[in-house]
């Protein structure tokens, strides 16, 4: 146990989070505790999820990070050789939009200046701004190994992202094609569907007429994007439809652009919607292109790549933005007299998720990943428990997605990031990890999608393929901790790409955290100005106490709603831990503290056997709720232990022998509430490191060094005893309620109280033991225990389970307002009763019920009946 010397002795009076935490940082990076360890029993490795270059810390990042930072300082405490590796992402879109705007606002136009140029600018940027969030990071505690610090444009990293594109593309599973894909307008460049956010618009359904070609009837068709129609190449019908059996093959004459175009008949249309006949631009809707390679359609693309329409269309059209153009078909339209109706139609439309634009369905060349062969693998190892998700309900969404699973465009028309090693000469093409040495081959000018390079994170981060040494000791990582969000865009790519390069999963548990959302739900943004700076609320309640808070309100991989008032629980406990630890100090003898171990039980009073059955519990219960990942289940039982049973009462209990004439007794307590605090501290570390840390300092012995380097405690069944936990919460369950008779009735604290109680000869027994206890925290002075012991004249009355507590009042209280505080008591309980008594004359629940559950219910009835009678006569002994 630790030596007290006096100069040492006392903490300060008040708990300073920003000094603190400013002090220990520093010192844990200096010390190496970051790194993994030589002699570590076995590897833990952790991958942070990389934060964009452009990114800076908000609400999300603090409750991902800090269930990160959570996971890797218990593993460091179970003796394993840690590994939380930090590292950015280049993100391509967006630092591309950062670095073309600030170049603009500059004067500079990135075409001009051209594509070395702009990457100069580029790099230039990311060296000036990049990495903040890592700065922020820090003042949340994240225990990284920062020498470690991946970006994905690093010179290895960017070697592994060119091999797996060469030895996909040598396998057959990467391809060039010309395809219909989702086309960014204003950012000019393909997006994946992932990168494609669904947002239900209210618009319009407009219904034209196409004329057959020999002017005997017309087709109705609808769209919900007029535009196109100057692309329309033919009208399709479902070969089952009679009502167009004879026009199939026949033709219609496009308005407005005078084409002919086809009738034909495709398995695709659906002839109950509409009139059951549907326009077709193969060059512009996926559907649409498939129907038009099946019969032959022209195709022709009416649009440049910012969404103004070309040189394909009617001169009059041609250069109008799309939605300009929309406005002027419909108005042609009506002018010719093919205007049907227009309907109001609410759908979902796609945006980019970078930069909000519309995303136009667009036929261009691209390079695509064949999926299938890839997905097959990664659905086996989720459906065979090898990779395990947390909460389970997104595994369904998992397997909808894997096994619906589309070819994923990674061509990117940008400059940053890592750009396609494809070269062109002529009609040939090839592919490889080096330019070809011939003159006349030119670059693939396109770049991969930032989530090619992502996929790899786990194995390309430790050096693969190259240098092997730290992947065979920390591939494959245990955890992942990331938001649902990009489920798909990430995490089942990452595991696509770790079963067929490394030929093992990347990693065997991922924990879904939930959405931060303000108290009215919505999700937190900038621009509705509900998103707090984390940084701020650092420096108001300090990093422990923000990190507690949100981790309390966080149940598993729900939502959280959010608001600055939650953080008071967490600085609330933050200052009672301290204030606890601060008075253990101050009442600690001068010298060397005997180890727990060595005291002799019978030294034990009932309090210590409590105290110390309650925490062996918690580390088995705590220990438990790591396992199943629920981090807030964890902390709440540590926080409640540390608030309530240590903080609240087993220090109320101590003062009196702290005090008190017995030196051994005295010792005994000391030496408990030193164990207990030590122990709390190592619990409550990888919640809140840096309090943590700093009362270590107070608590250790000589020969021990940082928290954070310490074993995490392990529970000893030998001090769980059940029936001391039981006779310890009855004496506390008396003392709360004559507290709560005094407080009720407003009796001065100086006052000394008699107190009869009723009831079980063992549970008065059991109290009788602690009558010391009783009497200091309930301030009492006579006390009457016994099964038959009449009820004193004139008494406040309170019922402990089963035990009727008197507090006799003359000369304490005024009568009437007991006889007021009796009454309400009695409403409360016939409230309780009458809803357990309608729950069980509810036949429905009575049949469905386990039994288990009605037992429960009915057991519970008729507690409230006893307890009800005990406090009538109560009522009536007194108004009597």
């Not at 997104?394 to 465009?409: A, F, G, M, P, S």
């Not at 008190?660 to 619990?683: C, F, N, P, Y």
Request: hydrophobic share 35%; charged share 30%; proline share 5%.
């Amino acid at each position: 146990m630790p030596e007290i010397k006096k100069s040492e002795k006392e903490l300060s009076t008040v708990y300073s989070p920003a000094q603190v935490e400013n002090k220990w940082y520093p010192i844990w990076e200096k010390s190496g505790a970051y790194k993994p360890a030589e002699n570590g029993n076995d590897s833990f490795t952790l991958m942070i999820p990389p934060p964009n270059v452009t990114g800076i810390l908000h609400m999300g990042h603090v409750l991902n990070i800090s269930i990160q930072d959570v996971l890797v300082r218990r593993a460091r405490m179970l003796g394993k050789s840690t590994l939380w590796l930090p590292g950015m992402d280049h993100a391509s879109i967006a630092t591309e939009a950062k670095v073309t705007k600030m170049l603009k606002e500059d004067g500079i136009n990135k075409r001009e200046i051209g594509r070395e140029e702009f990457l100069n600018h580029a790099w230039k940027w990311k060296e000036k701004y990049g990495g903040i969030i890592f700065q922020q990071l820090k003042k949340l505690g994240a225990s990284c190994d920062w020498d470690r610090e991946k970006f994905t444009m690093d010179a290895d990293y960017s070697k592994a992202v060119m091999k797996v594109f060469v030895q996909l593309y040598n396998d057959g599973l990467i391809y060039r094609g010309e395809r219909i894909i989702n086309w960014d307008p204003q950012g000019q460049t393909a997006l994946s569907e992932e990168e494609v956010i669904h947002k239900d618009t209210k618009g319009h359904l407009w219904h034209f007429r196409y004329p057959l070609s020999d002017g005997s009837a017309h087709l109705v068709v609808a769209t919900t994007r007029p535009e196109t129609m100057l692309g329309d190449t033919g009208v399709a019908v479902n070969p089952k439809d009679d009502r167009y059996t004879d026009l199939v093959g026949k033709t219609v004459l496009l308005p407005i652009v005078n084409r002919e175009i086809p009738i034909f008949a495709d398995d695709y249309v659906d002839m109950d919607f509409g009139t059951g006949c549907v326009k077709v631009t193969p060059a512009h809707d996926t559907n649409d292109f498939e129907m038009g390679e099946r019969n032959n359609l022209d195709i022709i693309n009416i649009f440049h790549p910012d969404a103004s329409l070309n040189e394909n269309v009617p001169k009059d059209y041609v250069g109008l933005d799309r939605f300009e153009a929309r406005k002027k078909v419909v108005e042609a339209i009506e002018t010719l007299g093919f205007l049907e109706k227009i309907e109001d139609y609410e759908h979902s439309v796609g945006h980019s998720e970078r930069t909000d634009a519309v995303v136009e369905p667009y036929l261009s060349k691209q390079w695509f990943v064949k999926m299938q062969p890839l997905a097959e693998p990664a659905l086996e190892v989720v459906k065979d428990g090898k990779v395990k998700i947390y909460p389970e309900r997104w595994v369904k969404t998992y397997n909808h997605w894997l096994e619906n699973i589309k070819d994923w465009c990674i061509s990117r028309q940008l400059w940053w990031g890592h750009r396609i090693p494809v070269w062109y000469k002529g009609d040939k093409i090839y592919c490889g990890l080096v330019e070809p040495e011939e003159d006349g081959w030119v670059q693939d000018p396109d770049v991969l999608d930032t989530w090619f390079s992502s996929w790899l994170w786990p194995f390309a981060t430790l050096g693969w393929p190259e240098k092997t040494e730290d992947l065979k000791k920390f591939y494959p990582t245990q955890d992942l901790v990331t938001g649902p969000d990009i489920i798909f865009f990430w995490v089942a790519r990452m595991i696509m790409a770790g079963l067929y390069f490394c030929k093992e999963i990347p990693f065997s548990n991922v924990y879904f955290t939930g959405i931060i959302r303000d108290k009215q739900g919505r999700k937190m943004s900038k621009s509705l100005g509900n998103s707090p700076d984390p940084l701020d609320l650092f420096e108001k309640y300090g990093a422990d106490a923000v990190r507690v808070s949100i981790l309390m309100i966080a149940p598993q991989g729900l939502d959280i709603l959010f608001s600055e008032e939650r953080l008071e629980q967490g600085r609330n406990f933050m200052n009672k831990l301290w204030n606890s630890a601060r008075f253990i100090r101050m009442n600690l003898d001068e010298g060397p503290l005997e180890k727990l171990s060595n005291l002799d039980d019978e030294k034990l009073d009932s309090t210590d056997r409590w105290i110390l059955s309650r925490l062996n519990n918690v580390i088995e219960e705590v220990d438990k709720a790591y396992s199943e990942y629920k981090m807030n289940e964890a902390i709440k039982k540590v926080y409640d232990f540390t608030r309530a049973d240590f903080c609240d009462w087993y220090i109320e209990f101590a003062k009196t022998r702290f005090y008190g004439d017995d030196v051994e007794d005295r010792k005994t307590a000391q030496i408990v509430s030193v164990h207990i605090m030590r122990i709390i501290l190592k619990l409550l570390h990888p919640y809140c490191p840096f309090i943590t840390e700093e009362l270590w300092e107070s608590f250790k012995k000589p020969e021990e060094k940082l928290l954070i380097s310490e074993t995490w405690p392990l529970s000893d069944s030998k001090w769980i005893n059940n029936d001391v936990e039981q006779d310890v919460q009855i004496l506390m369950d008396v003392i709360s309620a004559v507290r709560n008779i005094r407080a009720s009735l407003n009796v001065s604290p100086a006052k000394e109280a008699d107190l009869s109680i009723r009831g079980n000869e063992n549970m008065c027994d059991s109290l009788c033991k602690n009558e010391n206890y009783l009497q200091r925290l309930a301030k009492l002075n006579d006390i009457q225990f016994g099964e038959n012991i009449a009820k004193p004249p004139q008494s406040a009355t309170a019922v402990v389970k089963g035990l009727e507590i008197f507090v006799p009042l003359a000369g304490l209280i005024d009568i009437n307002k007991e006889v007021e505080r009796l009454e309400k008591q009695i409403q409360d309980m016939e409230g309780r009763l009458n809803a357990v008594t309608r729950k069980l004359d509810n036949q429905n629940f009575v049949e469905r019920a386990p039994e288990d559950v009605i037992t429960h219910e009915r057991n519970k009835m008729q507690n409230y009946q006893d307890d009800l009678t005990k406090l009538q006569e109560n009522l009536n002994s007194l108004q009597n």
